[in-house]
T-cell receptor
Framework: EDKVVQSPLSLVVHEGDTVTLNCSYEVTNFRSLLWYKQEKKAPTFLFMLTSSGIEKKSGRLSSILDKKELSSILNITATQTGDSAIYLCAVEGSGGSNYKLTFGKGTLLTVNP | DTEVTQTPKHLVMGMTNKKSLKCEQH?????MYWYKQKAKKPPELMFV???????INESVPSRFSPECPNSSLLNLHLHALQPEDSALYLCASSFRLLTGANVLTFGAGSRLTVL
């Protein structure tokens, strides 16, 4: 069974700090890893990382895939209160059913002013 | 249109009621999903439809009945629910990239309360 573990489960920082969120996975025939941000309602897509695209960046957010360590990090620099959310990591493998994403439990990030 | 639209946003129902949740997308995505999310937990997959056919049922109780009338619509029919079924129900749709990777777009969710 595919498994995704995120750490830390929660994190409290001050505005302007830099944070690193971790995601490790065990999956049959890794296909992709996705990061989502969830505030009050629906998760919104941040990044997708695959074997052919192991680093992504968008503004203050960046993510790297380490295929050897079977893990990924999500970095947020110069954090703002609007970054407060749950960050979900999800992995898709092709060993089981197609279309099934396995989610981690998420990291709850709180950014205080 | 880059959205997944879910209705209603909130639903309160009794254990003997029959109700439905609806989901619509016009992005041409051929896979559509229902997820259930309890407070402070990650989304849990319930059903996946691929090209309007049910391809995954994660052993969901029969009191939840999905339906995909066409490629843009997905319904979840609810009957004889239990209070523990109260949760946020998320619909999603996806397309598969040439790399094989699958990107899900989520709707805003329907908050269900069962009394």
């Amino acid at each position: 069974e595919d498994k995704v573990v995120q750490s830390p489960l929660s994190l409290v920082v001050h505005e302007g700090d830099t944070v690193t969120l971790n995601c490790s996975y065990e999956v049959t025939n890794f296909r992709s890893l996705l990061w989502y941000k969830q505030e009050k309602k629906a998760p919104t897509f941040l990044f997708m990382l695959t074997s052919s695209g192991i680093e992504k960046k968008s503004g203050r957010l960046s993510s790297i895939l380490d295929k050897k360590e079977l893990s990924s990090i999500l970095n947020i620099t110069a954090t703002q209160t609007g970054d407060s959310a749950i960050y979900l990591c999800a992995v898709e493998g092709s060993g089981g059913s197609n279309y099934k994403l396995t989610f981690g439990k998420g990291t709850l990030l709180t950014v205080n002013p | 249109d880059t959205e997944v639209t879910q209705t209603p946003k909130h639903l309160v129902m009794g254990m003997t009621n029959k109700k439905s949740l609806k989901c619509e997308q016009h992005m041409g995505h051929r896979a559509m999903y229902w997820y259930k999310q309890k407070a402070k937990k990650p989304p849990e997959l319930m059903f996946v439809y691929s090209y309007e056919k049910l391809s995954i049922n994660e052993s969901v109780p029969s009191r939840f009945s999905p339906e995909c009338p066409n490629s843009s619509l997905l319904n979840l029919h609810l009957h004889a629910l239990q209070p523990e079924d109260s949760a946020l129900y998320l619909c999603a749709s996806s397309f598969r990239l040439l790399t094989g990777a699958n990107v899900l777009t989520f709707g805003a969710g329907s908050r269900l309360t069962v009394l």
